[in-house]
Every structure is written in structure tokens, then in C-alpha cells.
């Protein structure tokens, strides 16, 4: 397939007012909900060149999967982008004031648009956000039958694109509240000359497993290790016992989290 000449105009900037409010609003709700959340990456990211734009790729299984990808995005101080199923976005067209853009997955041809419109969103400083999973899967299936709209972006992408694959995991650990665990994965860099859509899928789907097994592994042992807090949540409720206690000299040894 040959590359269009033409590129099409980048979508409407996010509205910045709108990006702020929504971000204070996530850290709010995000610390009523989880003990923490936490989040790694494999790379040192404030090295990378800024003029290559950013196509994440990330499993789903939760509802808040896109809320916690805008906050990471907002930590690596990028321009958020998202592609969000076309009829929820109808639903809550407010997203499109922090970055969402729709993909109509039911018709090809719609679909063929909506990503030629996120395609051109791609542009430095700017990290957008695609599901290859389609829809959110329970968290024990495997990665498989992945949709091709990442590669299709790639492919069509003119010039170098950086690839970033990124895990996302809820989980029970030693606190009374669940957990939000994000692993951002190492990217890779591709300038597809040509339609290479199939390895490109298959490269996307293996590092996106290895992201999410490598994820899965840390948890069976309850290792955070190397995790930074991304939003500070709400203590057990001995937590906050126990911070009352040292702050009366009751309690010499204070940990924040359970053991």
C-alpha cells in the first residue's frame, strides 16, 4: 500500500482549563478508590528526543484504564491523546475537551477515518493512547486477536514514531484499599517506509505480553519495587491509627504502608 501524500490537519488542541480540572478531579477520585497508585518505567523517559511523537499501546481491563493514562501522560509531561469507542464518546463528548477521539470499530470504513484523524494527532510532545484489545477483557485472558489500528498507525505514521508499551493492574496487596499498578514498558523506534502492518502487529502484541507478564510477575511476589507513587491514595484504616499514635509519641516506629 503507498503512503498518502497528504497528511490531514491535527485535530483541535485539547482544551487546557478543561486538562487541568479533569486532572485534579482523577487525583481526587483516584485517591478515595485505591490504597496508592503506583508507576515504573523500564527507561529513563525525560531523555527522550521530544520531537518523536509517543503511540501507546495498553492492555485493558478496567473502567479506569483511560482516566490512569491520562494521568501518566500528565506525569511525562506530554499532550494527551486518547482513542475512546465513537458511541461512549457521543455519550460523554466532554472528553474531547481533554483529548479523546473516537474509533467507530462496528464500520471499516469509519474506522479507516477515525484513525487517518488520530494519525494526525501524532505530533511532538504528544502521547496518544490505543487499546489493541478493543474492548476491556477480563485480566487472566491472554493477549490475542488483537485489533490492527496501532500498526495502521505506525505504517502510516510519516517519519519516526516512538512505540511505548504500557501494563495496567488493580490488585489487592497488604491494605485495606486495592492498588492501581502501572508498568510503562521500553519503546521502541520505527519509520515504517513501507506497508509492514503484519510484523509491526506481531512486534506490538509481544511487547505488549512481555510488558504485562513481566507486570504479572512482580505482583505474584508483591513486589513494587521501584514503583513511584503517581497518586497518593487512602491509608488502611491502621495507617492512620498508627499516624495518630506516633504523632503522640505512642508509637516510635511508624510505617506508612503494611508489611
Known amino acids: 500500500m503507498m503512503r498518502r501524500a497528504e497528511v490531514p490537519e491535527p485535530p483541535a488542541p485539547s482544551h487546557p482549563m478543561a486538562t487541568r480540572a479533569f486532572g485534579w478531579y482523577l487525583d481526587r477520585l483516584a485517591r478515595k478508590t485505591f490504597a496508592s497508585v503506583r508507576w515504573r ?25 483511560g482516566f490512569l493514562s491520562h494521568q501518566v501522560t500528565r506525569a511525562m509531561g506530554h499532550a494527551f491523546r486518547i482513542l475512546m469507542q465513537a458511541d461512549n464518546l457521543a455519550r460523554y463528548s466532554f472528553f474531547k475537551r481533554i483529548g479523546a477521539m473516537p474509533i467507530e470499530r462496528q464500520s471499516a470504513p469509519q474506522a479507516m477515518r477515525d484513525l487517518e484523524a488520530a494519525g494526525a494527532a501524532l505530533v511532538p510532545g504528544t ?6 484489545q478493543g474492548s ?3 485480566a487472566g485472558e491472554p493477549l490475542r486477536a488483537l485489533e490492527a489500528g496501532a500498526a495502521w498507525l505506525v505504517t502510516r ?4 514514531l516512538r512505540v511505548l508499551p504500557v501494563a495496567f493492574r488493580y490488585a489487592l496487596l497488604s491494605e485495606q484499599h486495592p492498588e492501581a499498578i502501572v508498568s510503562v514498558g521500553s519503546p521502541w523506534l520505527v519509520n515504517a517506509e513501507n506497508d509492514l502492518r503484519g510484523p ?11 510488558t504485562v507478564a513481566d507486570l504479572d510477575a512482580r505482583l505474584r511476589v508483591e513486589s513494587l519495587d521501584g514503583f513511584m507513587p503517581l ?4 491509608p488502611s484504616i491502621n495507617n492512620r ?19
Not at 505514521?157 to 519516526?160: A, K
Not at 509491526?200 to 512481555?210: F, V, Y
Not at 497518586?231 to 487512602?234: E, I, K, N, Q, Y
Open 136 to 138: 476491556r477483557r477480563p
Open 127 to 132: 502521547m496518544l493512547w490505543i487499546y489493541p
Open 157 to 160: 505514521h510519516p517519519g519516526p
Open 200 to 210: 509491526i502487529s506481531a512486534e506490538i502484541g509481544a511487547q505488549l505480553t512481555t
Open 241 to 259: 491509627l498508627d499516624r495518630v499514635r506516633h504523632a503522640l509519641g505512642l508509637l516510635p516506629d511508624y510505617q506508612a504502608r503494611n508489611g
Open 41 to 65: 518505567s523500564e527507561t529513563e523517559w525525560r531523555g527522550w528526543d521530544a520531537a518523536i511523537p509517543t503511540l501507546v499501546v495498553a492492555n485493558h481491563t478496567s473502567w479506569w484504564d
Open 231 to 234: 497518586v497518593a491514595g487512602t
